[in-house]
Structure formats: structure tokens, C-alpha cells
């Protein structure tokens, strides 16, 4: 079955996660056409949706699932930074920080800047969830990692996260590939350890 058609999956009990991470299909498209590949299409390998319908989503399907105090990391590019955060705050988020990776290489945005990060913008509700004794101020608030394949995300994020909360629940949404120690949700499971 196409990977765009299947089912939402879930790898896990749902209940009461206390970190979430999320990574929406924001309706992007990809840029110029290159000569080198004239028959690439502008559209994304995923399915995209709208922010409405993202967040309508996160409200019937995700956030139900998370404990009572929780956190949340919401991936963003600049195009989406406002309306992600925007719609995080009206739902009763308070924002603890905003970190960045740096992909080290990146796409030529409109041939002017190389575009080559992402925002993790870091929420908490109702209370903020200290993390882990050993790791306060250990980490930096920019990820140096090489990007990979598009829309795959640096391992080194998800080890600063599990180091921060080591014994909580943990749900990465809109996943696309499988992780020791986490529970996924999303219709395209492991699709990076099938490319």
C-alpha cells in the first residue's frame, strides 16, 4: 500500500505521554526545478495539510494522549514559525525556548541565501517539567548535524531530548522513523529505514 494512502499508525499504548515531539506536514512545496532533474515535481513525498488542520488534528488526536504536565518540541521552518507558535499559545502553551539546527549544506532559497536550518520551538503546559540534574546547561540551544534525506531529522536532537526526561513516555508525531525509547504516530512509520 502507498505510504500517503495508509492508516494513521501507532506504535503504542496511548496514554499520558509526557514529551511530545512534533514534525506537522506544513503545506510547503519544493522550490525551483533544477536542470540536472527537469521532471522532478514540486510536490513534497508526503501528504501535506493546512495549519488549521494540522492543529484540528493535534486537538482530536494528540493532544488528548499527553499527561496532564507536559512538554512539547514543534519542529518549524521560517514560512510556519509565526503560525505554529501562534496556535501553541492559543491552546494554553507557554513557550520555553527556541533552538535551531544547523544542517550544515541546504537549498539556495530564491539563488540568494542557503537555506540550511530548522526552529525546534520547545513548549510546557501546565507547569514547566525540569530536565534531567546532569543535564542542566549541558546543551546548546543550535544542533550541528548534516542533514539527510529531506524531512529526516538529526539523531542528535532526540538524544538530548531522552538525556533531558530519561523515564518519560515520549511520542514522536508524524513520524518517519522508528526510535528506541519512543512510541511513534503517523502514517509514514519507518519510512527512512525502508529509503
Known sequence: MDSEKRPIEHSGSSDCYAVLCIDPPWPKRKGGIRKARPLQGRELDYNTMSVD???ELLDREIFPMASEQHTVF???VDQFLHDGETAMLDRGYRMH???VWDKENGIALAF???YSHEYITWFYKPRFT???QETRGKFRSVIREAGRQHSRKPDGFY???EAW???AKRLDVFSRENRSGWQHW???IGHFESA
Open 97 to 99: 525556548a527556541r533552538m
Open 165 to 167: 526526561f530519561p523515564g
Open 130 to 132: 525540569p530536565v534531567s
Open 186 to 188: 503517523g502514517n509514514q
Open 159 to 161: 538524544k538530548t531530548v
Open 53 to 55: 488542520e494540522i492543529f
Open 74 to 76: 514543534l519542529w518549524g
Open 112 to 114: 540568494s541565501l542557503r
